[in-house]
Every structure is written in C-alpha cells, then in structure tokens.
C-alpha cells in the first residue's frame, strides 16, 4: 500500500524568500510518481510539478522545484522567491507503478507574510 | 479551453436527503475521477472511469453513493440518503491519460453541508 506523509500542517515564509515543503512516502512499486499539487481557498486543485522515480534529475517548473532523494524516499517541494499568491494548501500526492492509484497526503497550509 | 466544471459549488441539505453532484470535463479527457475531500485533509478517490466504465470503484461506499457516466463524457455522483458525516468537498477530475500516470485536472468542487 502507498503511503504519504506531510509532517508540518502549517508553514510561515516572508515574501520572497525560499520555503521547502516536506513530502516522505511509502510504497513497495519500483516505479510511481511523483506530484504536487497547490489548492488556493477557491479550491481547485492546481497542478505544479511532477517527479519520476526513475528520472535521473530533480523537476523544475519556473519557481517550483522538487528536491527527490530516492533513498530517503522524500520529495519535498521547493518554491523559491515566495510570493503572497502563493498562500494556499500545498499537496503532495503519488501514482503506482500501474497509475491506478493516486494517493494525497495531508496537506501542508502555507502563508506568505508580507 | 474550458476547464473541468461542477455544479453545484454549495449544497445544503438535511440528513437522509439525497443530493446529486454533476461534473463536465475537459473535452477529449477519457479518464474522469471522483474524490472526497474532508475539511484538513487530502483528497480520497471514490471513483475512477475509463470512458463510460468505472475501473476503480472499491473505495465508494456503495451502500448509499452511486455515481455514473453514461455517455463517457458528464458524470454524476450521488447519494441517498445523505448522513452527518458526508459533508465534505467533493472534487472531479479528469485526465487525457489512462489510470493516474498523467497530470489531474481538478475542477472546484462541490461543497456538500449535511445538517
């Protein structure tokens, strides 16, 4: 069974500096992936990034990259230059090694202070 | 291009009342999802379809929820009757992909309050 955790429920960061929002995750698959997704109080879910466990380098998308280390089995999300936008609950979330699962963890609220 | 919409985006609704939720996805996107979403939490699949066939239904309790998808495009989820404890957000996805290995395109949700 896949498992997800995100451990800090809620993250303060001043505006544009740097956060990183942790992601550790539990699966037996020798292949899945990787996602997060950020939900703003609208509530749609927004894609962001996607990381491959067997892509050989770390994802990046404009200010969004994914630190993946394999061997700890984490892939914590970076966001770097943090705007007040970017408050919002952030999720990160798995796919199996069929994708016929796609599992979410907790979610972690950050907030940009101005 | 449109997005995936839902309707409703609120429903207030009395216990043992049935509700229905309504989804249109992105056109051409084969794979529609439906999720739960209880307040703090991440979302949980309820249901996944290829086209018009649900491929992953374990997770929807089907004691009361039941969910269609007819023509392989609009989906609806329902439930009858509705308890305390189904209020949550109900999201729908969809994906062009087959099973999950692709991008999710979420929608807004249909907030359900049970009273």
């Known amino acids: 069974a896949q498992k997800i955790t995100q451990t800090q429920p809620g993250m303060f960061v001043q505006e544009k500096e740097a956060v990183t929002l942790d992601c550790t995750y539990d699966?037996?698959?020798?292949?899945?992936?990787l996602f997060w997704y950020k939900q703003p109080s609208s509530g749609e879910m927004i894609f962001l990034i996607y990381?491959?466990?067997?892509?050989?380098q770390n994802a990046t998308e404009g200010r969004y990259s994914l630190n993946f280390q394999k061997a700890r089995k984490s892939a914590n999300l970076v966001i770097s230059a943090s705007q007040l936008g970017d408050s919002a609950m952030y999720f990160c979330?798995?796919?199996?090694?069929?994708?016929?699962?796609?599992?979410f963890g907790g979610g972690t609220r950050l907030m940009v202070k101005p | 291009e449109a997005g995936v919409v839902q309707s409703p985006r609120y429903k207030i609704i009395e216990k043992k009342q049935p509700v229905a939720f309504w989804c249109n996805p992105i056109?051409?996107?084969?794979?529609l999802y439906w999720y739960l979403q209880n307040l703090g939490q991440g979302p949980e699949l309820l249901i996944r379809?290829?086209?018009?066939?649900?491929?992953?239904d374990s997770q929807l309790p089907k004691d009361r929820f039941s969910a269609e998808r007819l023509k392989g495009v609009d989906s609806t989820l329902k439930i009858q009757p509705a308890e305390l404890g189904d209020s949550a957000v109900y999201l729908c996805?969809?994906?062009?992909?087959?099973?999950?290995?692709?991008?999710?395109?979420f929608g807004e949700g249909s907030r359900l309050t049970v009273l």
């Open positions: 996805a969809s994906s062009p992909s087959r099973g999950h290995t692709g991008e999710l395109f």
């Open positions: 699966t037996s698959d020798p292949s899945y992936g």
């Open positions: 990381q491959g466990s067997y892509d050989q």
């Open positions: 979330a798995m796919v199996d090694n069929a994708g016929n699962m796609l599992t």
């Open positions: 056109s051409g996107h084969n794979t």
């Open positions: 379809y290829e086209n018009e066939e649900a491929v992953d």
